[in-house]
């Protein structure tokens, strides 16, 4: 059983475009939701961090998480290219232990 | 702004030589973490380590591998004999206070060949 699937792309939009980016995970003790950034040759960059279920916004980022669902979101508003870059969802039940899902490439046009 | 810091950048090993890789870790985090990362594959947990002790390991975690915080500052992984398939990116990440339940900050990792 896969605990986190993403949707791998490539995924490719405009420069100024809405991007949504997605995770579904499968089990339903996941609390602590991240999203990260990595660009080619690093490590994975904190973006947002949520617990449990609701919206949080910090400037053109807003995360979603829709545990109902088992379903979070990360929204990006005017995207730029130097947003390109893949986008790992990571989660867990506690903060011994993150899932990621496989990463989001997405690639902004100029 | 505080990093978690890796050494070395690339490593090139014989197969079943043993290797440690070092992490320096935020200087007030109390929980670190080793994760890997496969060529075109997700990242993945290794193992988490505080007080001394290791919290959580994975089923990726065997007697080949060990972690060790040997001062203050680093926090080591070693693979005793490694395998082709340890070939990979394997990060470093530090949290601050558990009951804050912050979250992790990763390092910019160590590309581990084996030959």
């Known amino acids: 059983q896969k605990e986190v699937e993403q949707d791998p792309g490539p995924l490719s939009v405009p420069e100024g475009a809405i991007v949504s980016l997605n995770c579904t995970y499968s089990?339903?003790?996941?609390?602590?939701f991240m999203w990260y950034r990595q660009y080619s040759r690093k490590g994975p960059e904190l973006l947002m961090y949520?617990?449990?279920?609701g919206n949080k916004e910090d400037g053109r980022f807003t995360a979603q998480v829709d545990k109902s669902s088992k379903y979070i979101s990360l929204f990006i508003r005017d995207s730029q290219p130097s947003d390109s870059a893949t986008y790992l969802c990571?989660?867990?039940?506690?903060?011994?232990?993150?899932?990621f899902g496989s990463g989001t490439k997405l690639n902004v046009k100029p | 702004e505080p990093e978690v810091t890796q050494t070395p950048s690339h490593q090139v090993t014989q197969m079943g030589q043993e290797v440690i890789l070092r992490c320096v870790p935020i200087?007030?985090?109390?929980?670190f973490y080793w994760y890997r990362q496969i060529l075109g594959q997700k990242v993945e947990f290794l193992v988490s380590?505080?007080?001394?002790?290791?919290?959580?390991k994975s089923e990726i975690f065997d007697d080949q591998f060990s972690v060790e915080r040997p001062d203050g500052s680093n926090f080591t992984l070693k693979i005793r004999s490694t395998k082709l398939e340890d070939s990979a990116m394997y990060f470093c990440?530090?949290?601050?206070?558990?009951?804050?339940?912050?979250?992790?900050?990763f390092g910019d990792g160590t590309r581990l060949s084996i030959l």
């Open positions: 200087s007030n985090h109390l929980y």
């Open positions: 949520t617990y449990s279920s």
């Open positions: 380590f505080y007080n001394n002790e290791i919290s959580e």
């Open positions: 990440a530090s949290s601050d206070y558990y009951g804050r339940n912050q979250p992790q900050h």
């Open positions: 089990n339903s003790a996941f609390q602590y």
């Open positions: 990571a989660m867990g039940y506690n903060f011994n232990k993150f899932y």
